[in-house]
């Protein structure tokens, strides 16, 4: 069916690639990538012949016009970008926004998102969950997006580059005080690790020992809000307190 397929790819491990994504990519009659050469490997991996143009920051506003009329005369285009899901810390938004507006079909072809792939493994509480990205990299606008951020009651999914890491820890420690938190490193790749403390130890220990490679943070939410025993006893106690009031009242 022709539209556009906005289409994850791996975040490390090739193999996490979806037999759907490979079969998408192969019949699509153009790939949209954000790096070419980047997309090349992938598809070389995967066999796949199909055509590839440039879709990235400082082409799209202009690329925008031709893609969206070989999509209304018909085209299958599938977009990628480096890693991972399109759109979540990559390019995308405005041809899926506009794609829309003009009518044309989108299609999620889903996968690998470095964000979920944290919160699924590190034991962070994963019931309400945050996703604020990069922060800015300028000390004073990262206070104030901190700031901001603190009174969220839900676990905080940030994306770091390592040469940032110590102090985006440290800055967080700052405005978060207390919490613990969870560093996701080179997630589905040889040297995944995952460390957990609160944000001053994991600021003190990557301030020691520099960490490299691609990083997930994760903050546990304000207090413990997981749903431990004593919110389980509070819904048994006032589902039983219904219950005895209907029966009460059938009697
Ligand atoms: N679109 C991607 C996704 O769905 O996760 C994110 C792209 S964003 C430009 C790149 C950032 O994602 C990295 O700086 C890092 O914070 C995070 N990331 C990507 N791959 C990762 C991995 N294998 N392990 C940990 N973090 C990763």
Known sequence: ???L?????PIGNLADMTYRAVEILKKADLILC??????????SAYGIETPRAPYHEHN?????????????????IALVSDAGTPLI????????REARDAGIAVFPVPGANAGVAALSAAGA?????????FLPPKPGARAKALAALAPV????????????????LSA???????????????????HEEFREATLADLAALYEETPAKGEIVILVFPPESREAGDADIDAFLETALQTMSVKEAAAA
């Open 125 to 133: 509480p994963s019931d309400r969950f945050f996703f604020a990205g």
């Open 89 to 96: 810390s990559d390019p995308g938004y405005k041809l899926v």
């Open 153 to 168: 009651d839900a676990t905080l999914v940030f994306y770091e580059t390592a040469p940032r890491l110590a102090g985006a």
């Open 1 to 3: 069916e022709p539209g």
């Open 34 to 43: 954000e790096d070419t050469r980047q997309t090349a490997k992938l598809m």
């Open 60 to 76: 799209a506003a202009r690329a925008r016009p031709g893609i969206l009329k070989k999509l209304q005369d018909g085209a299958v």
């Open 172 to 190: 967080m420690a700052e405005a978060f005080g207390k919490r613990r938190a969870v560093v996701a490193r080179e997630l589905t790749k040889l």
């Open 5 to 9: 397929y906005v289409t994850a790819t």
